[in-house]
């Protein structure tokens, strides 16, 4: 990989922190509503994962979607717009902080059911296949929502089709305040696709690197065999479920350990420790990316709220 | 009189019946360690355990269906959804099982379960889980519903579904947890079915439940500043639906507005009121209104989401209308 795609990958995890941090504190004022779901601690997943596709590669994910949106290119005028519930936003106001998409930028959506949006996926490639493509459909979740049956019904499906999906599980070891081990019967996730015979990996999520790596691979394994792939990555929020979370489930202390080897820090690290670049070139990007969510916020606060009529708007195509 | 509030009646009522009878445990996610996503079973994991607060995987339908299962052999669950949202996971557990056993084996099965779920709009929680469906479940005979607008009225009628051997859907709503209300001291409980007068009036009738109850009450307040008094019937439940106090309050009143919180196509409303025509026809002055939810998803925006939910003021104009 060369230097520019890593550099790439650093400014688009440092997007997601500090647009998210931001907003928290747009939310904390009254200016956000509804649940917003932070992605902090899971930025290098959906860089890494993203940054392995092709753009005719489709995505889709759950409501933890800010990050997977500014990844896929989605800017942060109009994820910020979105998270106000601007007429600006790619969802015009009427989706909010869970349902961000851009099919022209091959976002295909967060999507607030817990494991709803797996079908979905098993669909999207089912329609890929049937359009005689080989695009890939990656499919995001969190282990949480390898519980629920629309999980097995959609691998299921996929293998026996051969449809082109990679499925990530983001295994954050929670779902709300569940631990892995309290909800499901095995802790590594990948096991799961043992049972459709579905090849299956697990990767490190705090390095961007090896889950780019990982699903660079996955993501050819499916294109050329036409087949399915689950792929686990390791990882961690270091923030509440959503907005108001209590947090009676863990102690400070786990989170605190965590935070060490939090993703941004590892990769400035990796990348300095490499000599990729230098501190002063990491600072400059850091400061950009200040001011690009600034301008944000500017964007999103100076635009207009939808038009009463919108209410009446998208109900049907005709 | 005790004032407290909606959760906190909720909550007695759960610990009461655990107290009671052993074979009433809670199952459902986040309704242990976390203590209840609406923190209405807050403390009871410490006081009462992992066994008889199980937090579950979110598998709607290993909740909904496993609480049947356990039903029919004897305990009575109570089944959490954290949102009626999520009851479309386990539809068919909820609709086409459990209303079905008793009947269907010639009453040899009985599920003694009680779906407790949360609904409502008007929080920003965008089109998928915002929703106020209620009327869908109260469409199958088999299943009971059941759904109070005052804190007395949800610790005597969750009391009473809990004892009862039919499955009940209980449904909350996610913004009247903290209204308060007084509640008598001790036991009590308030039988399923029963329609209740919850404001005395002779001008006009407001049919309404949950929060459209507390809607009517504001609604009320303002339009008695204008001389005119209207009489509030709270249905409570769905069904059974109990149509005496309806009727009579029409009877005397000659005009009716319904109000709910849900979509007004195939509502609850429309129900009320070919009731209404049909069995009071000779009373009617008025063409009987409905208030209720526009048409449309729910949008996040706060502004376009609070334009489609049924407002106070939308009451007192269809009151005047009806009084025209
Ligand atoms: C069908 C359904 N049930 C319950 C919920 C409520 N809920 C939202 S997120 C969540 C936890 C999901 O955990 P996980 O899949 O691990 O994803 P994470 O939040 O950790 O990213 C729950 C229970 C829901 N949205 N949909
Ligand atoms: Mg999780």
Partial sequence: MNKEKKLQMYREMVLIRRLEKRGAELYQAGKIGGFMHLYIGQEAVSTGIVAAREPRDRVITAYRDHGVALNCGISANEVMAELL?????????????????????????????????????????????????????????GEGATNIGYFHEALNLSKIWGLRVLWVCENNEYGMGTAVNRASAVSDIRQKAEGYRMKNGRVNGRDVLKVHDAAKEAIDYVRTNSE?????????????????DPERYRTQDEVLKRKENEPIRTFRKQLLAKKTTTAKKLDEIDAEVDVEVQKAIEF??????PAPEALWENVYVE | MAKITMREAISQALMEEMDRDPSVFIMGEEVGVWGGTYAVT????????????KDTPIAENAIIGGAIGAAMVGQRPIAELMTINFAFSAMDYIVNQAPKLHYMFGGQFKVPMVIRAVGGGGRQLGATHSQTPDVIFAHFPGLKVVSPGTPEDAKGLLKSAIRSDDPIMFIENATMYQIRGEVPEGEYTIPIGVSKIQRPGNDATIVTYAKGLELS???????AKE??????????????????????????????????????????????????????????????????????????????????????????????????
């Fill in chain 2, 42 to 53: 807050k403390g009871f994991y410490d006081k009462y355990g992992p066994e008889r607060v």
């Fill in chain 1, 85 to 141: 519930g601007k007429a600006t936003g790619m969802s015009k106001g009427k989706g909010g902080s869970m349902h961000m998409a851009d099919p022209d930028k091959n976002m295909w959506g967060g999507h607030a059911i817990v494991g709803g949006h797996l079908p979905i996926a098993s669909g999207m490639a089912l329609g890929d296949q049937y359009a005689g493509n080989d695009n890939v459909t990656i499919c995001m979740f």
């Fill in chain 2, 227 to 324: 001389g005119i008094q209207v009489e509030i019937v709270d249905l409570r439940s769905l069904r059974p639906l109990d149509m005496g106090p309806v009727l009579e309050s029409f009877k005397k009143t000659n005009r009716a507005v319904i109000v709910e919180e849900g979509w007004k196509s195939y509502g609850i409303g429309a129900e009320i009121a070919t009731r209404i025509y049909t069995d009071a026809f000779d009373y009617v002055d008025a063409p009987i209104l409905r208030v209720a939810q526009k048409e449309v998803p729910l949008p996040y925006n706060r502004t376009l989401e609070q334009s489609a939910l049924p407002q106070v003021t939308d009451i007192v104009a269809a009151v005047k209308e009806v009084m025209k």
């Fill in chain 1, 228 to 244: 399915p792939y689950l792929l686990e990555v390791e990882t961690y929020r270091l923030r509440g479920h959503s907005m108001g």
């Fill in chain 2, 217 to 223: 009450m504001q609604a009320a307040d303002q339009l």
């Fill in chain 1, 300 to 305: 999103a606060e100076a635009s207009p709220e």
